[in-house]
């Protein structure tokens, strides 16, 4: 456990962020401090306390697996390469999501980011508690900053139990270099009841919600939203009655070994309190930003907040939005202006460079068609050529496809398409030329941004409305039924109302009915598939997919099968063909449900039990 041992014993007091904008994370540059120093001046307390803010959302960064030898950046993707989401950009690196792409991942070479960076980060919050009653700054802000430093502490370790399932709770020591530390293994269940309690605890000392040059803070509302994601998750059968593991290991460790429906009912009333706070709604809007006709443009704005969240964006059609986008966003990654993102996933014509990753065939037709139904039972008439004609609009918010209009600025840019297709006249943006798959990605993109020109918000969510909303309807599903309504505030809720609502603001449209598209007679299973798609196309690249289908227990299914792209080939006659191609097949080894433990963890202690079938 030499490493862990370093990672506990060592504090790095260096306060540094690569944001440009002035937000909480760069009020105070510090370098090289002692720790007297630091506690005994309440501006370099309150720095110490935002440097555990700057990885917060690191497992889900679509550029996760980069790497950086003599400190210079090699882009490789994240979550979304590692799974049915997008195939990786091909190169001589043998990355983490290459690995869960080709069924290789082993405990030598798998990232040890998650491991490494949240018991670090674990290990600083232990230390701001112990030290910050010392310092000079007035005592409601250290009730705050406390508070935040508890629910990060409370976050990391929900990222390594989703990563490892139960591991080492180390409470509130403060591990040196000589210390005898703790190295075995909790079980899955008590980590879980560690993560409620302190942010139940947490969210007590917090204010209701952050706005302004506190958003990106923690707030009660945050605490709330986390207790909501992590009770959905562990009430999944992957986790609930798990029989994962082979005779002889200790089950406890992966989940609970007997199966209890009550934890769909308290994932349920979890998701049930963001709800009731009546802080947040959908941001709807149908019209963009100069109110020209653009279904769901509120979907798009969300990601985008900072442009977006603005007073002239607070009404639209008689609603209220307060604060205009940040009215959805529970909890964002604070980052400055840039062109990370935009550099991340688009295509070379716009000075992409695609590390991001290229979006497969099989998540752009799962998107339905404008009236909600699927390619095929729609009244509208599907055509590959031109996928985005009366298509749900999130498809057109989220993949770059043949003939896409991505840069929308005619005062800078123009009108900029992209063209995936191969033969006459093709361009660099071409299938083989570049994109392995016929496709780009878009979510998290700036519309009126060239990666090479315009410096874009780089914030993103780490929590929205819309999650909380799939929450609700997934554990109400499965405890209540699919039938079950009520009223929470002045709002009818269901599982069929929450997945309306999120259709209503993604631009499908109503249909006689009113119910965009879904069938409001579905049986629980008919309801559930309903859901998991809705997650699918909603929650897209944000790094939900990989973990959901693994508490679904079907990542065997979905992610151990061929993946496809789209090629359109343009003739002499200027005629375009298409056909379906397959691009990858993807290998699942049951191991790969959790991460391997890394090797030089587990080689040190043989208290540190690795994950199943790692050890074959």
């Not at 674990?122 to 705050?144: C, H, W």
């Not at 004609?389 to 992209?418: A, E, K, M, S």
Request: glycine share 8%; net charge negative; aromatic share 12%.
């Amino acid at each position: 456990m030499k490493n862990i041992r370093l990672i506990f014993a060592f504090v790095t007091l260096y306060l540094a962020s690569s944001c440009a904008d002035k937000s909480f994370l760069d009020e105070t540059q510090t370098t090289d401090l002692s720790r007297e120093t630091v506690f005994a001046d309440s501006t370099y307390t309150a720095g110490f306390l935002n440097q555990i803010y700057v990885d917060i959302g690191f497992d889900t960064d679509p550029d996760r697996f980069s790497e950086y030898p003599f400190g210079i950046k090699i882009g490789h993707g994240g979550l979304q390469t590692a799974c049915d989401e997008a195939e990786f950009k091909i190169s001589s690196s043998n990355t983490t999501d290459v690995m869960f792409a080709t069924g290789t991942v082993n405990p030598v070479t798998v990232s040890k980011d998650a491991w490494e960076k949240c018991y670090r980060n674990i290990r600083r919050v232990n230390v701001f508690l112990k030290y910050v009653d010392g310092s000079p700054m007035i005592e409601r802000a250290k009730t705050t900053y406390k508070a935040e430093a508890r629910f990060l502490r409370a976050w990391y370790y929900f990222i390594l139990l989703r990563h490892y399932g139960g591991v080492p709770l180390i409470g509130d020591n403060v591990y040196d270099a000589e210390d005898e530390m703790k190295t075995s293994r909790d079980t899955f269940a008590d980590c879980v009841d560690y993560i409620i309690k302190e942010c139940q605890a947490a969210g007590k000392d917090l204010p209701s919600v952050t706005t302004g040059r506190s958003s990106g803070r923690i707030s009660d509302a945050a605490c709330k939203a986390l207790v909501s994601r992590v009770l959905l998750h562990v009430a999944s059968d992957f986790y609930n009655g798990t029989d994962f593991a082979p005779d002889g290991y200790p089950k406890e460790l992966l989940g609970y070994p007997e199966k209890n429906d009550e934890r769909w009912k308290d994932a349920a009333d979890a998701a049930r309190a963001v709800i009731a706070m009546n802080s947040f709604k959908l941001f709807e809007r149908h019209v963009d930003q100069d109110n020209n006709p653009d279904r769901g443009w509120g979907f798009y704005a969300v990601f985008k907040p900072k442009d977006f969240g603005k007073p002239q964006y607070a009404e639209y059609e008689g609603e209220t939005y307060p604060g205009g986008a940040y009215c959805e966003l529970i909890l964002e990654k604070k980052r400055g202006d840039g062109n990370d993102l935009e550099q991340f996933f688009y295509p070379p014509s716009l000075s992409g460079n695609n590390y991001g990753g290229y979006a497969y065939h099989d998540l752009a037709e799962a998107f339905p068609m404008a009236d909600g139904l699927p390619i095929g039972e729609s009244k509208y008439a599907y055509d590959p050529l031109s996928p985005q004609v009366n298509r749900d609009p999130r498809f057109n918010n989220t993949i770059i496809y043949d003939g896409c209009l991505v840069v929308n600025n005619p005062n800078l840019d123009g009108l900029l398409y992209v063209y995936t297709y191969q033969g006459n006249s093709a361009t660099e943006d071409a299938i083989h030329k570049c994109t392995s798959t016929g496709y780009y990605i878009r979510k998290l993109t700036h519309h009126q941004a060239r990666a090479a020109i315009i410096a874009p918000p780089q914030s993103r969510p780490l929590i929205r409305y819309a999650e909380i909303l799939l929450n609700y309807a997934e554990a109400v599903n499965r405890y209540y039924g699919p039938q079950y309504t009520e009223v929470i505030g002045s709002v009818e809720m269901g599982p069929l109302a929450a997945l309306k609502a999120i259709r209503k603001r993604a631009g499908i449209e109503a249909g006689d009915d009113g119910n965009y598209g879904l069938n409001p007679n579905m049986t629980k299973v008919e309801m559930e598939d309903a859901i998991r798609l809705e997650r699918r196309l909603e929650l897209a690249y944000e790094g939900f997919r990989f973990f959901d289908v693994r508490r679904w227990g079907i990542a065997e299914q979905t992610d151990n099968k061929a993946m496809h792209g789209y090629e359109i080939t343009k003739q002499m006659n200027g005629n375009r063909v298409g056909r379906v191609i397959t691009v990858r097949t993807h290998v699942f080894r049951p191991a790969m449900y959790f991460w391997p433990i890394p090797y030089d963890e587990v080689v040190k202690s043989e208290d540190l039990l690795q994950n199943p079938y790692y050890e074959q």
